[in-house]
């Protein structure tokens, strides 16, 4: 097992141009979350999707989109990147206790 | 305004004492807590948790205590050890938005040899 799995590891963007985090799960699990980390701030959901099918906006999606491909993938897309969404973005995902979450390694994103 | 809040931004203590991390929060409706522990250039893995109704789960050097009234938790490592020293955060889950995490700040540990 893998957990959850995200790709890329590490990009830099200029501003204004755009790119998809991928993530996947091989837990089978319902709900999959995007969230960002930025210093002394802990990690902010931006989407999370329920189940298949499903997707909701979090405390920060501004500038992002998602989309839940089927239920082992859930991409988090920037369509215009701007210096603002300099962060690292991790995923996670939970199964049926809805309590903890698994999380990915994290994508390391610089906008310059 | 911070839901949950961890007021030390960091923490150092000696190899083989107890090292107490603390975190309050302002939502009542939180049912239920979590501590992650995140080492550099990984994503944070789960350590412990606790319901809303009880005062104490343990789990090995791990311990969490819930006090409701004063909407307070602490995490105790007994004997803290060098492998410890991470960023450690608090979390509660949102039941009415899909169960997202509400994390703190976190508390970098340092636990020196």
């Known amino acids: 097992n893998a957990g959850v799995t995200q790709t890329p590891k590490f990009q830099v963007l200029k501003t204004g141009q755009s790119m998809t985090l991928q993530c996947a799960q091989d837990?089978?699990?319902?709900?999959m979350y995007w969230y960002r980390q930025d210093p002394g701030m802990g990690l902010r959901l931006i989407y999370y999707?329920?189940?298949?099918?499903?997707?909701d906006k979090g405390e920060v999606p501004n500038g992002y989109n998602v989309s839940r491909l089927n239920k082992r993938e859930f991409s988090l897309r920037l369509e215009s990147a701007a210096p603002s969404q300099t962060s690292v973005y991790f995923c996670?995902?939970?199964?049926?206790?809805?309590?903890?979450?698994?999380f990915g390694p994290g994508t390391r994103l610089t906008v310059l | 305004d911070q839901q949950v809040k961890q007021n030390s931004p960091s923490l150092s203590v000696q190899e083989g004492r107890i090292s107490i991390l603390n975190c309050d929060y302002t939502n009542s409706m939180f049912d239920y807590f979590l501590w992650y522990k995140k080492y550099p250039a990984e994503g944070p893995t789960f350590l412990i948790s606790i319901s809303s109704i009880k005062d104490k789960n343990e789990d090995g050097r791990f311990t969490v205590f819930l006090n409701k009234s004063a909407k307070h938790l602490s995490l105790h490592i007994v004997p803290s050890q060098p492998g410890d020293s991470a960023v450690y955060f608090c979390a509660s889950p949102q039941r009415n938005a899909g169960n997202m995490l509400t994390f703190g700040g976190g508390t970098r540990l340092m636990v020196k040899p």
């Open positions: 999707s329920a189940s298949e099918g499903t997707t």
């Open positions: 837990m089978n699990h319902n709900s």
């Open positions: 996670a995902s939970s199964g049926s206790s809805y309590n903890e979450q698994f």
